[in-house]
């Protein structure tokens, strides 16, 4: 066992999720800085016929990128932000993710809303509080939260919200409204 | 880096692949290092060290993060989990868990955290 100095840092992990050109890269981008973060994936079954194997049959993984950001509340409080690819192929990185996360933001385009229902069901069989922020993509209004919830047929507890993910008071505010929501539910669990 | 040749961009990939620095292996005991747990070099390094290796000892001067070391190697995290369980085997880093690791942290800090969002 490693000893653990008083000093230790605490570093909190906040996942945002959702389909793809939801808005995850830009979200993580408006609230922190943002650096890619080189992971390798298995490549399995689905990969064939999209990566072509020819000559290379010892290849059995390849690259992602993450997107990986860093919020420094003081010296020693640090909250990392990884943006996961929403495929059920990138799953076995989202076991890793959501062990001690604090909460995740499962991003909605109300346009293509099937895309975030992986990330819903997993969080929900998880146990990992998480808010659905509704990128303001194509004037989503107040109407869109309400059509999402029941779409999506949250839990009453579940925050949803509208958002843009460009702007960093919106990124802000989902943020808050997440930990919020991950307090609610820790005193809620007692 | 604009002093990178042209002809050794991303595209043409790197020069040497990740996991030869690692000699092919992909199993250490650094495999379930958590992408946030916290790295510092101790002790002082052998003068034999790889350059990658060598490399994480300096970053790592100052407590960092698993992630962070791969951002700042600009490797996979798989390579530098290998990396970084040899030289915890040899005793040149300490690890700590991240504190909230398995548990849910406490009502304090995330009130704290909530407060230093605002205040972003």
Redesign the interface.
């Known amino acids: 066992m490693?000893?653990?100095?008083s000093e230790?840092?605490?570093?909190?992990?906040i996942l945002i999720a959702g389909g793809f050109g939801v808005g995850k890269t830009t979200l993580v981008g408006s609230?922190s800085e943002i650096?890619?973060?080189?992971?390798?994936e298995v490549l399995s079954d689905r990969g064939i016929g999209v990566d072509d194997l020819d000559g290379v049959e010892a290849k059995t993984?390849t690259?992602v990128a993450m997107d990986?950001g860093?919020?420094t509340?003081?010296e020693g409080?640090?909250?990392?932000l990884?943006g996961t690819p929403g495929q059920e192929r990138f799953w076995f990185m989202w076991d890793?993710?959501s062990?001690?996360a604090?909460g995740a933001v499962v991003i909605a385009d109300t346009r293509r809303l099937t895309d975030c229902f992986p990330s819903v069901d997993y969080f929900e069989q998880r146990g990992t509080p998480f808010v659905v922020a509704v990128n303001c993509f194509d004037g989503a209004d107040q109407h869109s939260v309400d059509d999402v919830r029941i779409a999506l047929d949250l839990d009453d507890g579940v925050p949803v919200m509208l958002c843009d993910v460009r702007r960093?008071a919106s990124a802000?505010e989902v943020?808050?409204t997440l930990?919020?929501h991950?307090?609610r539910t820790?005193?809620a669990?007692g | 880096m604009s002093e990178t040749p042209r002809w050794l961009d991303e595209d043409a990939g790197p020069v040497v692949r990740p996991y030869a620095l690692i000699r092919g292996r992909t199993r250490s005991s650094g495999d379930n290092l958590d992408l946030i747990a916290t790295v510092s070099a101790v002790g002082e390094p052998p003068a034999d060290l790889g350059p990658e290796q060598a490399l994480i000892l300096r970053v790592a001067r100052h407590p960092i993060s698993v992630a962070d070391v791969a951002v700042e190697l600009d490797l996979p995290v798989g390579v530098v989990r290998v990396m970084l369980g040899d030289l915890r085997d040899h005793g040149l880093i300490s690890v700590s868990a991240p504190a909230a690791a398995g548990s849910r942290p406490n009502e304090g800090i995330l009130k704290e955290v909530i407060n230093g969002l605002r205040a972003l």
Not at chain 1, 2 to 5: A, N, Q, Y
């Open positions: 490693d000893s653990v100095l230790d840092p605490v570093a909190l992990k609230i650096k890619p973060l080189r992971t390798e993984t690259t990986f860093r919020i509340i003081r409080l640090v909250v990392y990884f890793e993710l062990y001690g604090l960093r802000k943020m808050i930990v919020e991950s307090l820790l005193t669990a």
